[in-house]
């Protein structure tokens, strides 16, 4: 078993994925990105198992020169909107495409966070996430397979653009040093004023707020740990097929976030969330003939 | 450091009844509390369940609901407050707003 | 024996012209020196042991020639003995930190109250007294005489003649002290200009210029943004209008600092136009221009008030308003510390202001056992002043229910100023307002004060008004009767909880405790829309525009 | 609960959650759903010894607004910030699964009917995001209500008003900026990073967050307004925000559907353009863009008032 932190390491991850030599860079079938847009965001076609994909990953080397805020990985205004246009232009490439015919996404992330500046906030950067997660939302319920495989970093709001609208996610085990979170334990000890011992002593029982891999696995944020850098394709693949299956099936919410909070019930770890919607779901059916 | 839940009971001498079936009041913000009034059978008493962050005021507790229930003579009623470090005028002051607002409810 | 060659009578200004000459290579046309140079020049004229006053009081503060003391050499320039009004920036305590000095006389340290008590703690720092404003102007009179003062100044002409404008402050003082005992005058000016628009000290006062790299600082300390205003706070503004202003028919007036005060300024318009009482009083204010006085100005219900000093972002209303304040021919506003002081401690009928410890016996504190936070003017005014002649019917009125009245006077007839403290029974986190001991005792004794700091000692206090209702403390007859009257209003605290209702209730027969409902106020109309201005944002309406808030309270 | 007639005069920016709820809708119309009566408060606070609320911060429920039935979410910033834990995020999916039932059984009635009673989700948020106490449920939560902003497109509209104490940021600032129809007051603010953390990562110099003037002319509402980032600038009272709510609601939904700002490949060309022009001005301030846009007077627009500001400012193109 090989043990390699993989923090930074985005790009190499993409050719530990995909097929060997097949990523093409800022390409998506006849669309083409200038290299200078976003330059935090890989995203470009390749083939995994000999099938066309379309991979979004982020390049923690790269530097934004134009928004200083954005380097090592940080998703900006430029990386969040080119991530979107790049869903968005998978979709309309394949739009005539039959259901298990349209190309798979792969995210691979690895980010640690959405852009925190000046300029950000005076532009709009809430509708740069935002705009990001619409498109992968509107892809995975439209048919596309979206995967995202954990590989690094996937902290708070940038997990939730980059990561969290799939309809699984993957994540190396935390030996990989892999990191999930809103926040790390001792700043929410900070915040919080309480103990740092209490703290992991309740995380121990309690999933919600600790940080790791392990505890999003329990909360149904994290479908499967690949334990294997070299098990990364064939589980993706794995994944696809499942993904693909369920959609052809044709069962609501039977993948992305909605599943993930059945899944997170069932592990164990987000046991409030279904009795709350039931309760709201029974008080509404008993008034609403003076609504509807 | 849990949350701490303190239990109270009172006997009013001249038993009053809750204008409402039920009703809540009041926002858990910080220095404040909200509080839900429930009619229900108690023979007479009047209970309260607090939950607060707060330790070592259960004998003020005892004395701001006590004298409560004194001006008010209620009964038959349950109480239960989620407090986040309100003080006594606070809670005395939300008491009274939350008992005023259900008697207006109630003519109204 | 004493022959005429060893009597110097001007050795002062000797040493003085030596100071001087020491700093000439630094000086450039006229009195001015290169920012710079200043450090050099601080090095010239002080000596090891001198008093150096250094400008800065709750407000204003001369911000750069208090960081260029910091950076003068400790080898040359040490054990100063530092007689300054407010201790509120960190590199007021970096001086003791660095050697450069070690004596204090003061009299507030608000901000730095818990360094404070840490560097006395430590040994780097002797403090030779606490005291409140009037009381160390005084001082500088009599034996704590600055040898140097370092002050700021808006603007000065390159003669030296200073504009101190609405925030002229403690200047004037400062700088009469120093300069008429042969002392030196170093001033920070934000500008140098042809004209000032007013002299407010003369150039022959003044010795060296230096415009400063950035204006003086300025901290907005009387802002107090209505939108934080609790029920509570309104509440008690609500007892105090009805029980105790309108009851004595107050119209000379100061109020302390805090959301009560200025919630009792915003219910004016409402609350107290309701009950009548416009015109009857709150005519007439020691006071610094508290935003939140807008509306009651607008309103018609204020006739002039005397300032302490300027409000950041106040300058163009209060400029717009000259019959309530006091204007120069130049059309600003100057603020003297001093006079306002002494309108405050003799021509008031009533202080009122918030603390943050209440004793059994009524003496008060916003000491701590950790910080050492000082007075400001506050007891200046929270007094009976004792050398007061002038009659007026609210101070009668008060000196004829005092109980001690004929055991002091024989009955002969004098007035009592009304001091008020506004008090939380318990403040957040369930802090109590009323304690056995204050903690200011424990205080004096760790920092080896030779007096606990009190603020308010219970013989100048007549009223305490908390949630529970007002103690009228004045009209008791003796400590016993005040103790019962301080539990009674000290609610659910371990001092209220000893209450005997009993000696309550009787105390309440007698209108020595009254409740709200005793006052015919229904608790339940205290809240926030009873606020004239609920906001910055409204206060700026108010005041058609002229009002501009500093940006940390423009929330909009 | 006070009444309507008086709720609609109250400062939205001073309500409670539960005014806002009531207000927001036709009088008498609301019902709340997963009340405090159900006490579903968060389970997770206890041990963390934080207090509770029996509605874990945010009141959900249903009301009127003419015709159209309205699934309300309002959040309560005096409680932690009305930051979204497990309980307070399941409350949001919640009311849009009953928005997609009501939304099919009134389909299931016919096109007509259905655009006469189309139902509609509103929100009225004051949250800084996830709830740090319960952090990873909270962050997942998020995911939910991004998926069903989408799930209800097509079908009926999801709107946003914005103009309490704590404003929308963090995670809740990109669910906002998802939503169809923004509506705000001058004393909203929307953004995604809060003014400390962007003042930790580029300096006091740079950005300076006691500066609440800054705040304000970064994220508040008139800048959001001339932004095209926000739709409707409203006075600060819920009657202001009611009435904004109703008409939007006449429109057809084609055209409550044109006011988003993304959501599509076009949408997110115009954003991309915008960020291009981000580089170009790079403005040190909030008013750098609003010159840039034709309003020659920058300086004053905060202190306009909202009317006067909605009749001289020049808009983003």
Known sequence: ?292 | MALQELHYTFRATEPQPFPLGWSHSGVVGSGDMEVMFERCMLDGEIRFKVVTPVRGFERVWEQVLGRFVNETNLADVSVEINDNNATPVVVLMRLRQALKEARKEAEG | MITEESVSWDSLLQDTRARLAAAAPYVQAGKQVAAADAVKLLEAVLRPGDKVNLEGDNQKQADFLAGCLCRVDPAQVHDLHMVQSVLSLDRHLDLFDKGIAKKLDFSFSGPQAGRLAEYVRAGKLEIGAIHTYLELYGRYFIDLTPRVALVAAYSADRNGNLYTGANTEDTPVIVEATKFKQGIVIVQVNEIVDQVPRVDIPADWVDFIIQSPQPFYIEPLFTRDPALITDAQILRAMMVIKGIYAEYGLQRLNHGIGFDTAAIELLLPTYGEELGLKGKICSYFALNPHPTLIPAIESGWVRSVCCFGGEVGMEEYVKARPDVFFIGPDGTMRSNRCLAQTAGHYALDIFIGGTLQIDRYGNSSTATATRIAGFGGAPNMGCDARGRRHATSGWLRCGEEYGLQQEMTGGLPRGKRLVVQLQETFREKMTPGFVEELDAVQLAKNAGLALPPVMIYSDDLTHIVTEEGIAYLHKCADMQERMAAIRAVAGYTDIGLQEDPQETAALRKRGIFKTAEDLGIDPARANRSLLAAKNMRELVHWSKGLYTPPARFHNW | MTDWQALQQKSFYEATARERANGIVDAASFTELAGPRDRMSSPHLPALGEAIEFDDGVVTGVGRVGKHPVFVISQEGRFIGGAVGEVHGAKMVGIFQLAQQAYAQLAAKGADSLAERLPAVVISFETGGVRLHEANAGLLAHAEVMDQIQNARGKFPVIALIGSKIGCFGGMGFVAAATDLIIMSELGRLGLTGPEVIEQEMGREEFNASDKALVYRTTGGKHKYIMRDCNQLVEDSIGAFRTALASALQQPYAEIARCRRIGSEALVDEQLALAELSCEIQPQDARDVWAYFGNADAAAIPEQTTADFLRTVRRRP
């Open chain 1, 1 to 292: 078993m090989t043990v390699e932190m993989m923090i930074g390491r985005g790009r190499e991850a993409i050719d530990m994925i995909v097929d060997p030599g097949s990523f093409q860079e800022n390409r998506i079938g006849e669309s083409e990105f200038s290299p200078e847009l976003g330059p935090g965001a890989v995203v470009g076609e390749a083939k995994l198992a000999g099938r066309d994909i379309v991979v979004i990953a982020n390049d923690a080397e790269a530097i934004n020169e134009r928004f200083p805020v954005v380097y090592f990985g940080v998703i900006g205004m430029e990386e969040a909107y080119k991530m979107a246009k790049t869903v968005y232009t998978v979709m309309r490439q394949d739009a005539e495409k039959a259901a298990g015919e349209k190309r798979p996404l792969l995210l691979i992330v690895d980010t640690p966070g959405n852009a925190p500046g000046k300029i950000e906030e005076i532009f709009g950067m809430n509708k740069a996430t935002g705009a990001y997660q619409l498109a992968l939302a509107e892809a995975r319920r439209c048919g596309h397979a979206v995967v995202a495989m954990v590989i690094g970093r996937a902290i708070s709001g940038a997990f939730l653009c980059h990561g969290l609208q799939a309809d699984h996610i993957l994540s190396l085990s935390p030996e990989f040093g892999t990191m999930i979170h809103v926040m790390p334990l001792t700043s929410i000890s900070r915040i919080t004023k309480l103990d740092i011992e209490r703290l992991e002593q309740l995380a121990e029982n309690n999933p919600v707020f600790a940080a790791g891999p392990d505890f999003f696995y329990r909360l149904g944020g994290v479908d499967e740990m690949v334990t294997e850098l070299e098990d990364m394709p064939s589980a993706i693949n794995r994944h696809i097929q499942e993904i693909e299956a369920a959609k052809a099936a044709g069962v609501a919410d039977c993948t992305g976030p909605m599943y993930h909070g059945k899944l997170g019930e069932q592990r164990g770890g987000r046991m409030h969330r279904r009795p709350v919607i039931e309760r709201m779901t029974a008080e509404f059916a008993a008034v609403a003939e003076q609504y509807l």
